[in-house]
């Protein structure tokens, strides 16, 4: 105490070494705080004032853990004590004499940092203390109030901003701070002097807590993991075994394009690991720069595959997961203040998302588009898609990085110059790849240094017999026999019936042996495959699966693929014979890799498909090294060379392509997207585009300039967009088409038949409905079967008969070509056969039983498969398409739910378990009768009991069924509350009173 009386306290502050806090870590901790290493680093300088001069450190809690983690006990020194003890002392004093009103003000007060030190502290200034005292203490004071503030309004409401919802969301480090403040405060029977010194200290994290967040929010490094949190290392190792990089991709990562985020395009051999730095660019961007990412695939089992696999660490990391393929996908996406989306999208669902981004000024959300498989970008009309789309979103914003990965690329300089990129190629390969041909019984190496490129190797060590040596000419068993059972085979054969004979033929000649191999586990896969099937189960996999052999190409059904994939990945199957679709679509490795003949179907093997096809061969962490044969006749030996010596294919702009189709919709686009108005501006726009930069190639016909006013005038002609002497304008039809990703060839035909169905439309069924959706292109690729025609016409009821009159296909019609007469009438037989498709669709969506459907028609179910899955996509394009024309509205609620009801092609109970990624119709009545009957309760399974519950669940399948759950409902639970934040909120325009007067 001075002479005034007043008390003398000084209070220094120290930070004493900090602890790891790893135990302290959890999926709930914030973003910014989990990179805590680097954190710290990053505040290294920053520190607080010594609280003790000399002495040694007080111990003020008996626990042996630290609560605080990283932000340790902070010192004290005994001249503190001897103050504390002295302000208790007068505290005491003044309790002899309490002031009742004073003590009930401080009782009703629920900030327990006033209800403590600062009570007795702050009954007199700190006139003596240095300025660096002075701030802290209105840092405390400040933050007092802002706690008073927070815990005074107990009202939730989604009118509050951002920093109120993060508060939400403290970190379980906070949450115990929080715990043993109001501990401290409450009373006990710990003396006053220990209350008092638990308060100091406990401000003293709380500043150097606020502080470290300050920092930390500055920048974008918030870990060790290449730039990201030391969660996301953990991860890496716990969910997919990864615990180093390659030096390539250390070095891919550390570029200083990719570090100032320029556009980068980087190839390597297949299995390389390209996908992982594209992976670990997405999570930065997610993560450290808070923006969304595009993830666009080829195929739509790679976008599922992508989703599951990142579901996961979306859980984990705190953003969304969100797949956009088939009729999945919302446009524009649901806007989100407080995550990021990862969009993982196939190419034409991509080119959608990117339009309605920039049709809603929403493209600097954006961060980054990852595209992979790159080379398609020569890929016919999907290759004039990915174009547009990258175009547009280099034309529209600055800030969006480009990313694109291929393992088969020839032109480089084309496509950097396009994308405005840097390159980084590679020849690694984890697995070292050896290529060799076989010529009548020898096999040659591969060797380009070689004049003739073959270097002769060994000759086949195999004993055939004369009717083996018939059976199989080119010693297809003796290759195959070399590695199978111990090792994994792929067949590559050049059509889909070669597939299932060459299957069959190895299995006549294997021994018994291979039989008695997984017996069990075999067992299994043939009782899937048997409900899959709903009882009915292919010949050709009855009798090969139990020698560990099957065949894989796309008159499979989705069910089947998976199921087969799945067991040759787990090795109960060590071989599959299989089209090149295999090649491109998964990812499935095997030790050695034989292309049955160097041709897909009558057509000689690109390079990019042979290297693709060959890249399959060698598993990284499996085998030392991958083998590739490729069988050869004497006449194809000149090709030959080529096709495994020869530079990679150039890859060429399709704008100008098929037909040349391309061009007008992408100008369509522009007009309706506002990006262009003039033909002027059009010709701007193409500036960025890869057909600029090859137009002296693709343009020697017709100049660019010459396509453009050849596709303005087309699309003036269809009634798309309207000319006029100062600017382009798109029509209400031309938006439609655009926005409903209508192939510009069948706008107006789906209009005709869109406005003719409205005048007696059949709503006692579906089939009118079916038929308005059936995809135009999967016309040309079924012929009816007359007799099956007329026999299903026949089971439909007199109003179902009556539509199909309507749309141009009588009974009459039908009753005469399955007589084998001739019919004079004109038919429209382009209108037949969609009318023969919608039987089939609509017979299928009555009895759900695809086995049968195809059986009934004569079909391959691969087939019917792939009709539903281009009718759900093609229902949902019509969807779009219908809400932008005011005269077709009825069908707007009508499509929604035959999207839906196409998309699953289900009983209703299933649909909620089958929207879950990676959850197919089988695997769905499993989990069904299991108990498993909605989302929620997927998504709140124990992955352990799920695995243990369902027949043949590995526990990967199971985290990744459950995550996708979880991702899915809490995707849906936040769009939920963006909704409600939306309604609530006030708008921005909202009149005043001022703007009253005005009026």
Same mark, same amino acid.
């Given at each position: ?100 009103? &004073? ?77 043993? +403040? ?83 395009? /980087? ?77 993982? &999208? ?21 961060? +980054? ?20 789309? +990258?175009?547009?979103?280099? /034309? ?41 041909? !076989? ?9 380009? !240094? ?56 190895? *299995? ?14 075999? &067992? ?13 189960? *292919? ?11 099957? /065949? ?163 699309? !003036? ?250 991702? +899915? ?31």
């Amino acid at each position: 105490m001075n002479a005034s009386g007043r008390q003398d306290l000084q209070i220094k502050r120290v930070s004493s070494r900090k602890r790891s806090r790893e135990d302290l870590r959890t999926h709930r901790t914030p973003v910014r705080k989990r990179g805590g290493a680097t954190c710290l680093q990053k505040c290294k300088d920053w520190r607080l004032s010594s609280i003790m001069a000399e002495g040694r450190a007080v111990e003020y809690c008996s626990d042996s853990e630290d609560l605080f983690g990283d932000y340790d006990s902070i010192l004290e020194d005994s001249s503190l004590l001897v103050r504390l003890d002295a302000a208790e002392q007068n505290e005491r004093r003044r309790d002899d004499q309490p002031d009742f009103t &004073a003590l009930r003000a401080r009782q009703t007060r629920e900030d327990v940092l006033t209800d403590s030190i600062l009570d007795v502290l702050t009954d007199e200034p700190f006139e003596d203390l240095p300025t660096s005292q002075h701030r802290f203490q209105e840092q405390v004071d400040g933050a007092a109030k802002r706690s008073r503030l927070e815990d005074g309004d107990k009202t939730s409401t989604p009118l509050r901003d951002a920093e109120d919802k993060s508060r939400a969301r403290r970190s379980v480090t906070e949450e115990m701070k929080r715990t043993m +403040l109001c501990n401290a405060a409450a009373p006990s029977s710990v003396s006053r002097s220990v209350g008092l010194k638990e308060a100091v200290v406990s401000e003293e994290i709380s500043v150097a807590m606020q502080a470290m967040e300050e920092v930390c929010a500055e920048t974008t490094d918030l870990g060790p993991f290449y730039g990201l949190p030391t969660k996301v290392k953990e991860l890496m190792f716990t969910l997919r075994g990864i615990k180093d990089l390659y030096d390539w991709q250390e070095t891919c990562l550390n570029l200083d394009c990719v570090q100032q985020r320029r556009n980068l395009i /980087y190839s390597l051999p297949t299995s390389g690991g390209k996908t992982l730095v594209a992976e670990i660019l997405v999570l930065r961007e997610l993560l450290c720069r808070r923006k969304d990412c595009l993830f666009i695939l080829p195929y739509i089992s790679l976008v599922q595959e992508k989703v599951r696999g990142l579901a996961s660490f979306g859980l984990e990391l705190d953003f969304m997961v969100e797949e956009y393929a088939g009729s999945k996908g919302r446009f524009p996406p649901v806007r989100r203040r407080n995550n990021r989306s990862v969009y993982v &999208a196939t190419i034409e669902k991509a080119h959608s998302l990117v339009n309605s981004l920039i049709e809603t000024g929403r493209m600097d959300d954006l961060g +980054l588009v990852v595209v992979d498989e790159l080379h398609m970008l020569g890929d016919g009309s999907r290759g004039a898609i990915i174009e547009m789309t +990258l175009a547009k979103v280099l /034309y529209t914003t600055k800030s969006t990085q480009i990313i694109g990965m291929s393992a088969t690329l020839g032109n480089i300089r084309d496509l950097q110059t396009f994308l405005r990129a840097e390159n980084y190629t590679n020849d690694f390969r984890p697995v070292q790849l050896k290529e060799y041909v !076989k010529l009548n019984d020898t096999i040659y190496e591969v060797d380009p !240094k070689e004049e003739e490129c073959f270097k002769f190797s060994r000759l086949l060590n195999f004993k055939y017999s004369s009717s083996m040596q018939k059976v199989d000419p080119d010693h297809i068993i003796a290759l195959v026999t070399e590695v199978i059972p111990a090792h994994s085979c792929l067949v590559f054969c050049p059509t889909k019936k070669n597939c299932e004979n060459v299957v069959g033929m190895i *299995c006549k000649y294997l021994k018994e042996e291979f039989l008695h191999l997984r017996e069990e586990e075999k &067992a299994v896969l043939l009782r899937e495959l048997k409900a899959s099937g709903n009882g009915s189960m *292919c010949p050709v996999l009855r009798r090969t699966v139990p020698y560990g052999l099957a /065949y894989h190409h796309s008159g499979l059904t989705s069910e089947e693929r998976k199921l087969v994939e799945e067991a040759y990945s787990n090795g109960v199957l060590c071989l599959l014979t299989c089209t090149s679709t295999l090649a491109a679509g998964i990812n499935l490795p095997a030790r050695r890799v034989i292309l049955r003949s160097p041709f897909v179907a009558s057509d000689f093997l690109k390079r990019s498909q042979y290297k693709q096809m060959v890249g399959r061969a060698g598993r990284a962490g499996i085998d030392a090294a991958g083998e590739s044969v490729l069988i050869l006749q004497d006449k194809d030996r000149h090709m030959a060379k080529t096709l495994v010596c020869a530079p990679m294919e150039n890859c060429y702009s399709n704008l100008m392509r098929d037909d040349g189709k391309g061009l007008p919709s992408l100008i369509l686009s522009l007009i309706g997207l506002n990006i262009t108005s003039t033909v002027d501006r059009v010709r701007d726009f193409l500036c960025g585009t890869l057909l600029s930069v090859q137009q002296k190639h693709l343009c020697a016909e017709t100049s660019l300039t010459e396509a453009v006013q050849q596709s303005v005038d087309l699309l !003036k002609d269809k009634d798309l967009i309207t000319v006029t002497a100062q600017s382009l304008q798109v029509t209400k039809l031309g938006r439609a088409t655009f926005k409903g990703s209508v192939d510009l060839t069948y706008s107006d035909i789906l209009y005709k038949d869109l406005s003719k169905g409205l005048e007696g439309l059949l709503l006692n069924s579906c089939l009118h409905l079916v038929y308005l959706v059936t995809p135009y292109d999967m016309i040309t690729q079924c012929r009816p079967d007359w007799m099956v025609f007329f026999r299903q016409f026949t089971l439909l009821t007199a109003a179902e008969q009556k539509m199909s009159a309507a749309v141009g296909v009588p009974e009459s019609f039908i009753a005469r070509k399955a007589a084998g007469q001739t019919v004079r009438k004109t038919v429209n037989m382009e209108v037949v056969g969609r009318m023969y498709l919608a039987l089939v669709l609509f017979s299928l969506l009555k009895e759900t039983n695809l086995w049968s459907v195809a059986d009934r028609f004569q079909l391959s179910r691969g087939f019917i498969q792939s009709l539903l899955s281009s009718s759900s996509a093609f229902c949902s394009c019509v969807l779009h398409f219908t809400e932008e024309l005011e005269e077709l509205w009825p069908f707007r609620a009508l499509l929604t739910e035959l999207t839906r009801r196409l998309s699953y092609c289900v009983t209703s109970e299933l649909i909620p378990l089958m929207e879950v990624s990676g959850v197919m119709e089988s695997r769905a009545k499993q989990l069904y009768n299991a108990g498993y009957r909605t989302l929620t309760h997927l998504a709140n399974a124990d992955p352990s009991v799920l695995s243990d519950t369902i027949e043949n669940l590995f526990k990967k399948q199971a985290n990744q069924i459950v995550a996708s759950a979880k991702m +899915l409902l809490s995707e849906r639970a936040s769009a939920l509350q963006e909704e409600v934040d939306e309604l609530l909120m006030k708008p921005s325009d909202q009149p005043t009173a001022e703007t009253r007067r005005l009026v």
